[in-house]
C-alpha cells in the first residue's frame, strides 16, 4: 500500500469531514459503525481491499480526523457522508456497516455518485422488535451512566456486548479496538439521542430501497448475536432491485475485528466485478 494522505470536505453548517485514504485504484468509500470511526474501524480490514482500490475512511462528525458540531441529527450525519461522496467527485462503492449501512443506504438515496453498495449486517433501527428495542434502550441508559462516570472504555465494552459475543468482544480487545473507540462514546450518545427526534431519510422505508439503482450486497454472519441482523440483511435483499446476500462463514456482527480478510476479500471482489458508473449531476433530484 501506499502511503496514507487525507481527504478533507466542508458541509452546509459548516463542518470539516475527513478521511484518510489509502490505496490506488477505484474509490471506495467506508462509513464505520456507531462506536468506532473510519480508522479504528476498518483497519483490520484493510489490508485485503487497499491493494486494489483507493480506500477513504471517513469519520462523521464527533470522530476521528473529522470536527465536530452539535448537530448530530440523522439528516446532518448522512449529509457528512454525502458531502465527502460528491467532493471525489467521480463515482465511487460505497461500504457500510451496523448502523453506518444504514446511513449508507440513506446517502445512495441523495446522490448518483455511487457505482455499487456493500454493506455488512447493516442496522435499522426501524425494524427492531418490542423486545430488541427494550434491550436497546437498556444498553443506551448503561453506557450513558458509565460515559457520566467517566469510564469510556467501558461504555464502548457496554455498547458492543449489546450486539457481539463474548468471543468477539476477547477478539476486538485483543486486536486493540475497544480501549480507542471509548473516545467516540460521546459523538454514539448524541448520534442516538439526536437521531429519535429528528427526522431524515428511512432506509429500511421499502420505497427508498426500490429506489436504490446501485448493485448492493449484503453481508452477513451466521454466527450473529442479534436476529435482528439477519432480518435487516433480508429485508433490504427483499427490496432493493439489484440486491443479493453473501454469508461470511463462521462470522458474526464483529467480522470486520474477527474475521476480516474473509470479509475484506468479499467486498473487494465484489467491487471488481460492479459497474464503473457516470455521474450524472452532483447531487439526486429528491435531496
Known sequence: MSEVRTHHTMTTDGTTIAGTVHGQGPQLVFVHGILGDGDTEWRALLPHVAD?????????????????????????????????????????????????????IAAAAQTDAVRAIALYEPALTALLDEQQQTAFRNTL???????????????????????????ELAAME???????????????????????????????????????????????????????????????VGHAPDARLFEIPGAGHGAPHTHPEELGTAIARFFEHAPTGVIHSRRAASS
Open 52 to 104: 486494489r482500490n483507493t480506500c477513504h475512511l471517513l469519520s462523521t462528525r464527533g470522530r476521528g480526523l473529522s470536527d465536530d458540531h452539535p448537530d448530530h441529527s440523522r439528516h446532518r450525519l448522512v449529509d457528512d457522508i454525502v458531502t465527502y461522496i460528491d467532493s471525489l467527485e467521480e463515482p465511487i462503492g460505497l461500504v457500510g456497516y451496523s448502523s453506518g449501512g444504514g446511513m449508507a
Open 141 to 167: 441508559v448503561r453506557v450513558g451512566e458509565l460515559a457520566a462516570e467517566g469510564d469510556l472504555t467501558a461504555a464502548a465494552h457496554a455498547w458492543a456486548g449489546f450486539v457481539c459475543h463474548d468471543h
Open 174 to 236: 485483543d486486536a486493540g479496538y475497544l480501549e480507542p473507540t471509548g473516545r467516540n462514546i460521546p459523538a454514539l450518545l448524541s448520534d442516538i439521542q439526536q437521531g429519535r427526534q429528528t427526522g431524515g431519510i428511512n432506509a429500511a422505508d421499502p420505497a427508498v430501497l426500490e429506489r436504490l439503482s446501485a448493485p448492493t450486497l449484503v453481508l452477513h454472519g451466521p454466527d450473529t448475536a442479534l436476529p435482528w441482523f439477519t432480518t435487516c440483511a433480508q429485508h433490504i
